[in-house]
T-cell receptor
Framework: NAGVTQTPKFQVLKTGQSMTLQCAQD?????MYWYRQDPGMGLRLIYY???????DKGEVPNGYNVSRLNKREFSLRLESAAPSQTSVYFC?????????????FGPGTRLLVL | QKEVEQNSGPLSVPEGAIASLNCTYS??????FFWYRQYSGKSPELIMS????GDKEDGRFTAQLNKASQYVSLLIRDSQPSDSATYLC???????????????FGQGTELSVKP
C-alpha cells in the first residue's frame, strides 16, 4: 500500500518548456487535489477532482491544466512554464465521511523554472 | 482578509512547556477544522480534527474550537524537540450543491522546541 505517489521528485525547467506532474493513489479515494506551496504562503489549491471524470478550479489555476485519467491518477500539466511557477507541488487524496475528511499527501515535486 | 489566518512565527518554546498555536477563519458556515503537521522538507500529515465547539484531546495534543469567535487552536503539552515543525490550520466549509467544501489552509506556524 504505497498511499499517494508523485513523479518526478525534482525538476528543472527553462521558461516556456512544458511538463506533466504525475500523481497516483491506491486508497480508492474519490477526491484528489493539486496544491502548490511557497514560503510563507501555506498550501494553495490549484485544481481538484471530486470524482473520476470531474475537475474544478481552485484558488490559483492560471497556467495549469489537469486530467483525472481514472480513479487512481490525477496529473497536472504546465503548458508553458514561468519562473513564478517555481514551487513545491503536492498531490493529495481524501477519505471523506460526512464532515470528516482526511487528506493524504504525496511526497511532493520540487520544481525550479529558470 | 485571508480566509484562514495563522501567525507565521517562528514560535519558540522550551522543552516541556505548552505550545499554543492559533488560527482564525472568516467563513461562518465552516464545519470542519483540522491541524496538519509538516516537518521541513516533508509533506503535511493530519494530527487533529475537530467539528464541534469545545476541546478535543488526543495524547499531548488538544484542539479547541470556538465557532462564535471563529477561532481554533492547538495546544501541545510537554513539548518535545521532535514537535519542531510547521503546523497548518485547515478549514472546510460547506460546498455548493451539497458536493462538500474544499479545505482552505492557513500559511502555517513554525514551532521550534528548544532542549
Amino acid at each position: 500500500n504505497a498511499g499517494v505517489t508523485q513523479t518526478p521528485k525534482f525538476q528543472v525547467l527553462k521558461t516556456g518548456q512544458s511538463m506533466t506532474l504525475q500523481c497516483a493513489q491506491d486508497m480508492n479515494h474519490n477526491s484528489m487535489y493539486w496544491y502548490r506551496q511557497d514560503p510563507g504562503m501555506g498550501l494553495r489549491l490549484i485544481y481538484y477532482s471530486a470524482s473520476e471524470g470531474t475537475t474544478d478550479k481552485g484558488e490559483v489555476p492560471n497556467g495549469y491544466n489537469v486530467s483525472r485519467l481514472n480513479k487512481r491518477e490525477f496529473s497536472l500539466r504546465l503548458e508553458s512554464a514561468a519562473p513564478s511557477q517555481t514551487s513545491v507541488y503536492f498531490c493529495a487524496s481524501s477519505e471523506i465521511r460526512g464532515l470528516k475528511e482526511t487528506q493524504y499527501f504525496g511526497p511532493g515535486t520540487r520544481l525550479l523554472v529558470l | 482578509q485571508k480566509e484562514v489566518e495563522q501567525n507565521s512565527g517562528p514560535l519558540s518554546v522550551p522543552e516541556g512547556a505548552i505550545a499554543s498555536l492559533n488560527c482564525t477563519y472568516s467563513d461562518r458556515v465552516s464545519q470542519s477544522f483540522f491541524w496538519y503537521r509538516q516537518y521541513s522538507g516533508k509533506s503535511p500529515e493530519l494530527i487533529m480534527s475537530i467539528y464541534s465547539n469545545g476541546d478535543k484531546e488526543d495524547g499531548r495534543f488538544t484542539a479547541q474550537l470556538n465557532k462564535a469567535s471563529q477561532y481554533v487552536s492547538l495546544l501541545i503539552r510537554d513539548s518535545q524537540p521532535s514537535d519542531s515543525a510547521t503546523y497548518l490550520c485547515a478549514v472546510k466549509g460547506v460546498g455548493r450543491d451539497n458536493q462538500g467544501g474544499k479545505l482552505i489552509f492557513g500559511q502555517g506556524t513554525e514551532l521550534s522546541v528548544k532542549p
